[in-house]
């Protein structure tokens, strides 16, 4: 059959403007580049030599995405924040654990490729990379024509890090009467877009660059407010006491979250009203007439992590982060008890908005 020759990038697939994307990024991504890299950009896969923190050193691997905060990003055409959200939400998965992280991974993929939008992205997670000092290894940049609406792309992270076997922090050595710790979250974090997007955008009739009532700034900047990473309190709380177990509130809130690092015949009583919750939930949770149970399921409520200590240790873990400049506090204790379900005091009279 003859007739007119047809290209990859007459079918959606530009491959040109992708290795141009990749070469102009080279420099970025060797930016994060730590001792254990071995080569350079461009390779099959990523070589990377750790120095083993001791003589039973354990990996650590978790993967994730930012989910639909993407939404977000593209509503305002802001994109240099969520790499640092995904990188950030990654490294606090594996620190949980004990682990010090090592390497990144990251996956960008969308119907069409817009060369600003990629690097944007790709800049935000060596960005991420860079403050929590990890390399960012390898990844995969994808055209995929007719997977993804026009001006919608998804993101993914993948890392790996290690901690030394006698180190791992997994929940087994939590006891009743132990002190349940909670760390400031910056806003959502990555968790409760969906949500909070038809509270606001959706049955709200706002729009992202809306102010947004009792919250400083416009709807776009409070839903874009960043993930933090908990690695440099974490560090800093296991150099004065005594970890137990630790949780990532992410999706699923307290009751999806803290069970996870919490033995057999124990349970944790969450004491609700003991910390500061941000005006962003508030508004959500009163605009979208939220129940107190959806919120803390959904939400994390203005608490990203929490750590488990002995009631002697908790006020050194408190200062610990408030050193590195997080805010803190004692927000429940270990009780025994069957069951997963977490148990909330003063669960009759809190509101959240």
Known sequence: MSGKPTTYREA??????????LD????????????????DVGGFGGL???????????LVASTDGVGTKLKVACRTGRHDTVGADLVNHCVNDILVQGAEPLFFLDYFAAGRLEAPVVEAVVTGVARGCRENGLALLGGETAELPGIYRPGEYDLAGFIVGQVERDRLVDGSTVREGDALVGVGSAGLHTNGYSLAQKILLEDGKLSVDDPLEEVDGTVGDALLLPHLSYLRGVRAARRR??????????????PGNL???????????????????????????RRGAVPVDEALRVFNLGIGLVVIVPPADAPAAREAFEGEGYTAWVIGEIVAGEGEEVLYRGRE???VG
């Open 24 to 39: 102009r990024l080279k420099q970025t991504i060797r930016s994060t580049f730590t001792p254990g890299v071995v080569g």
């Open 12 to 21: 959606g697939v530009d491959i040109d403007l992708k290795e141009g994307i």
């Open 259 to 285: 069970p996870r690092q919490i033995p057999r015949g124990l349970r944790a009583r969450v004491d609700l009203g003991s910390w500061e919750i941000p005006a962003l939930f508030r508004v959500l949770c």
């Open 48 to 58: 990377f030599e750790p120095e083993l923190v001791g003589p039973r050193p354990v």
């Open 241 to 254: 006491a005594q970890v137990r177990g630790m949780a990532h509130i992410t999706g699923g809130g307290f």
């Open 349 to 351: 009279t809190f509101r």
